[in-house]
């Protein structure tokens, strides 16, 4: 229902005579003229108009002027819209070409009066797109033909919420680009254009968001399993890309994405590479969709790191590599332990490409030392790593010998040593040698090996020991071992008798005696006779009685001659002629004093 603005009167008159026959009360609406406005949007031009309460419709116009005849068309209607309507969008118009428009407010037979706008040449909204470049965010839109130049804006998310745009400047007609410098990274942006044909400016369009990302910086080095690269953190990264291309034939290849890391990872080891070929890589930084631009790292030529081990020599520590492809050269370097703490890396010498060991003589014994060698070709150095780490320990020189109960086995102390391992090997013929036996492990510069068989050629060494170092392993004494027989004695009468058990291996038997003197002193041994054959006994008819005796036999084989084992001490004693008892007082002899007659002092009383 329309609210009546007015009364008014209807009559009926007379054409003749002009008299009034009829006359009628009204109501008449008024409707006010909408004030119309036109302006250039993002997809055509824009009405936009007052509204009255009162109306149900709205009726749109256009006239379009024609340059030629310099004239504007009939006015067009263009639509009726509906009462709450207050905007509408020709999108049937043309860059360059003029416009007006007017409304009409519409309810049933009654119409405002309509008032045109002024009139506007419609400027077309320029299309955004925006990409990321090394410096900042770069701005790209299309050329509109009658455009005298460009306004361009942006607007930022802050906290979830676009905030208003702001004039970033203006650019001449012939570009059509513009570069945001002023990004900050990690900051999420969205950009817009207006082409202006003087004062008159176009609608514009908002570009998609965007994040500005910072492009990576990688440094890359050869790493102990391929190429290492690292970069800074990003603000607003997600995670990075990592790519690679590498040179086949003279010519770079496509770059190979490597994969994807999370937002806290800032560097990269690449296992996949080949040693002796060259590579580049590049790494952006991601957010979703956005990717950083990049630039490629200088190429660098793969070199693996050496494999290095090290063990003593008899002479100093030997150390071997493994050869690397790509190699011109090897540097190798040796650190010392001092005081708990390893000292710098000292260069000890660079070696030919066809090298793969070295021998360090320069070594003290009982220094712990580490050493590492690098692959080089011209300025580019493969990694390194630490071989294991090694006490030097001297040979020991070792000495063998008969002993009573087997074979007695001597070195000297070497310095750094903690402890000795003591090794044997066996040979019947003397030509032919079983393998290494561990005998023990000892702190002391000495041991005795009484599991030695007699008649059996035996080799002895002995390697220094500290923790995992040990000295190198070198056969040093050889021995021919004869047992030392077990001699026993039987006493006669003014006679000893020396038995002994047979001993493999033994051709002869040599039968010692030693004899103490008055001052209780053993004389040396004295050879008494030598027993050719299955003889196991002697007897010895020279004794003299209280002359303490004892024996021993040595077992032979040629020049080689056993040890001994002395026998128990044997003593003749004389017969001694008794002493006559002397008379003792008696008790009744005693006189009340407790001395005995003739003056005798008294025994001294003994208490428990």
């Given at each position: 229902p329309a609210t009546f603005t007015e009364k008014g009167s209807k009559h009926k008159v007379c054409m003749v005579c002009e008299v009034e026959l009829e006359t009628a009360e009204i109501d008449v609406l008024t409707l006010t003229t909408p004030v119309v406005k036109a302006e250039n949007a993002s997809n055509g031009v824009k009405v936009t108009w007052t509204q009255d309460e009162d109306a149900a419709n709205y009726i749109v116009y256009s006239s379009q002027y024609n340059a030629k005849t310099k004239s504007w068309s009939k006015w067009v209607n263009r639509g009726t819209l509906s009462a709450e309507t207050s905007s509408w969008v020709d999108k049937k118009v043309k860059t360059g070409e003029k416009y007006k428009y007017a409304v009409r407010a519409v309810n049933g037979?009654?119409?405002?009066?309509?008032?045109?706008?002024?009139?506007?040449?419609y400027i077309e909204a320029p299309t955004v797109t925006c990409t990321i470049s090394t410096t900042g965010i770069l701005v790209k839109w299309n050329k509109v033909e009658i455009a005298t130049g460009y306004t361009v804006y942006r607007s930022e998310l802050v906290d979830g919420k676009w905030a208003k745009w702001e004039t970033l400047g203006k650019t001449i007609p012939a570009k059509n680009s513009w570069l945001d410098d002023k990004a900050e990274c990690g900051a999420t942006y969205r950009y817009a254009i207006r082409a202006n044909v003087g004062s008159i400016r176009s609608g514009y369009v908002a570009g998609k968001q965007i994040i500005f990302l910072e492009q990576p910086k990688v440094n890359i080095s050869n790493a102990a399993t391929g190429i290492f690269g690292t970069w800074e953190l990003v603000d607003g990264a997600t995670g990075y890309t990592i790519y690679r291309s590498e040179l086949v034939n003279g010519k770079w290849t496509s770059w190979l994405n490597l994969g994807t890391t999370k937002a806290n990872v800032k560097s990269f080891t690449d296992t996949t590479v080949k040693s002796g070929s060259k590579y580049k890589y590049a790494v952006k930084a991601v957010s979703g969709s956005f990717k950083s631009t990049y630039t490629a790292t200088e190429a660098l030529l793969y070199i693996a790191q050496p494999k290095v081990t090290i063990s003593n020599v008899e002479n100093g520590i030997s150390g071997k590599w493994n050869q690397v492809k790509g190699a011109t050269a090897y540097t190798i370097y040796r650190a010392e332990l001092v005081d708990g703490e390893w000292s710098k890396w000292v260069n000890l010498g660079t070696a030919k490409s066809t090298a793969k060991t070295f021998t360090d003589k320069t070594v003290k014994c009982g220094v712990?030392?580490?050493?590492?060698?690098r692959a080089t070709n011209n300025k580019v150095k493969s990694s390194y790593g630490d071989s294991n780490t090694l006490t030097f320990l001297s040979v020991p020189t070792v000495k063998a010998s008969n002993a009573g109960t087997g074979v007695k086995v001597q070195w000297g102390k070497i310095a750094g040593a903690t402890s000795y391992t003591v090794y044997r090997r066996e040979s019947t013929d003397g030509k032919k040698w079983t393998a290494w036996k561990t005998l023990t492990s000892v702190e002391a510069v000495a041991y005795?090996?009484?599991?030695?068989?007699?008649n059996l050629k035996y080799q002895y060494t002995v390697r220094a020991v500290n923790g995992e170092s040990r000295s190198v392993?070198?056969?040093?004494?050889?021995l021919y071992y004869l047992a030392a027989p077990v001699v026993a004695v039987e006493k006669g009468e003014l006679k000893v008798t020396v038995?002994?058990?047979?001993?493999?291996?033994?051709?002869?038997?040599?039968?010692?005696r030693s004899q103490m003197g008055e001052d209780g002193k053993w004389s040396g041994w004295k050879s008494m006779a030598t027993i050719k054959g299955g003889t196991l006994s002697w007897t010895d008819e020279a004794v003299k009685e209280d002359v303490v005796y004892r024996y021993t036999v040595c077992s032979l084989n040629g020049k080689i001659k056993s040890s001994y084992v002395a026998s128990e001490d044997v003593v003749f004693e004389s017969e001694k002629p008794e002493e006559e008892p002397k008379d003792e007082p008696s008790e009744d002899s005693k006189d009340e004093t407790g001395t005995t007659e003739g003056g005798n002092e008294a025994k001294p009383e003994v208490t428990a």
């Open positions: 037979k009654y119409k405002s009066a309509y008032k045109e706008c002024a009139s506007l040449t712990t030392y580490k050493y590492t060698v005795t090996d009484t599991t030695a068989v007699s392993f070198k056969a040093s004494a050889t038995n002994w058990n047979k001993v493999d291996g033994a051709t002869s038997y040599v039968v010692y």
